[in-house]
T-cell receptor
Framework: GQQVMQIPQYQHVQEGEDFTTYCNSS?????IQWYKQRPGGHPVFLIQ?????EVKKQKRLTFQFGEAKKNSSLHITATQTTDVGTYSC????????FGQGTTLQVKP | GAVVSQHPSRVICKSGTSVKIECRSL??????MFWYRQFPKKSLMLMAT?????????EQGVEKDKFLINHASLTLSTLTVTSAHPEDSSFYIC???????????FGDGTRLSIL
């Protein structure tokens, strides 16, 4: 079945540094969604990308969907301690198939 | 406010006990709901798709007789972990989309601990 690989698994940054997580698929994705999960919490929807080469921004977060619709990235500019959590991409084919997630730790 | 309600939030019970977890959609009808399991420091793994009025669709490797799913109404799906054992201890979480191809809204999850 469809799989989405996500790297890195963990990332520790100093507050103010940037952060990026990447998702890759061997097959073309119809769309990709991004979720954030705080420790002990449930995933919260961030955004959905549908179009080839699409770029969307939410304040300090920038989401990209590759031209071939096989990869996606999430970039956070100038991280803050409130950004701590696990960021996961998910392929939506009627059901969500999650990547492994990247757990972000931010040192104040 | 929450759009998907999941209960209970935490269960601790003895090995051999069956545990029922409820997932309710609030203020919308969900013909489809999803059940996931998450082990510590691991990603969400889809267990099954719960379909209102019909049988659930299970992912490969998930025992349907072990994890019973019932979706008897448009707002309620239940997952029953039958004869639970310590290896079933995990974080179980449900989700539902408000519409087709819409983002999933997740319940708060149920932390299951089997002694």
């Amino acid at each position: 079945g469809q799989q989405v690989m996500q790297i890195p698994q963990y990332q520790h940054v100093q507050e103010g540094e940037d952060f990026t997580t990447y998702c890759n698929s061997s097959t073309t994705l119809s769309n990709i969604q991004w979720y954030k999960q705080r420790p002990g919490g449930h995933p919260v929807f961030l955004i959905q990308l549908v179009k080839s080469g699409e770029v969307k921004k939410q304040k300090r977060l920038t989401f990209q969907f590759g031209e071939a619709k096989k990869n996606s990235s999430l970039h956070i500019t100038a991280t803050q301690t409130t950004d701590v959590g696990t960021y996961s991409c998910a392929s939506n084919t009627g059901k969500l198939i999650f990547g492994q997630g990247t757990t972000l730790q931010v040192k104040p | 406010g929450a759009v998907v309600s999941q209960h209970p939030s935490r269960v601790i019970c003895k090995s051999g006990t069956s545990v029922k977890i409820e997932c309710r959609s609030l203020d919308f009808q969900a013909t489809t709901m999803f059940w996931y399991r998450q082990f510590p420091k691991k990603s969400l793994m889809l267990m099954a798709t719960s379909n209102e009025g019909s049988k659930a669709t299970y992912e490969q490797g998930v025992e349907k007789d072990k994890f019973l799913i019932n979706h008897a109404s448009l707002t309620l799906s239940t997952l029953t972990v039958t004869s639970a054992h310590p290896e079933d201890s995990s974080f179980y979480i449900c989700s539902a989309p408000i519409g087709s191809n819409q983002p999933q809204h997740f319940g708060d999850g149920t932390r299951l601990s089997i002694l």
